[in-house]
């Protein structure tokens, strides 16, 4: 977001330490341009970069649900992946006695 300055004021723009004083005219960015407009001291330099308030944003709605991962959806019991519980397939003749 970007700001003009109208009012007269000190703050730290985005990553810098130490305050500077920001007089009318000034073009602020970024947080301090968020807060001074909050605050009065500033007006949007435009009316297409206000942010949505919440609950304002237009829902998606092609996307339906996210897609699941696979990995949680699979069944922890499925310890081999072929979709059985239990350890690996039974071997054939392993039951005759």
Do not use: T, Y
């Amino acid at each position: 977001m970007k700001a003009i300055v109208e009012k007269p004021f000190s703050g730290a723009p985005d990553g810098a330490i130490h305050p500077k004083d920001f007089v009318k005219g000034d073009a602020v960015e970024g947080d301090l341009a968020r807060v001074a407009v909050q605050e009065g001291w500033a007006r949007v330099e435009k009316l297409a970069e206000l942010p949505l308030l919440k609950g304002d944003a237009p829902e998606n709605k092609a996307l339906g649900n996210a897609p699941e991962n696979k990995e949680s959806a699979r069944d922890p019991l499925d310890h081999d992946g072929d979709g059985r519980k239990g350890g690996s397939k039974p071997r054939r003749g392993a039951n005759k006695s």
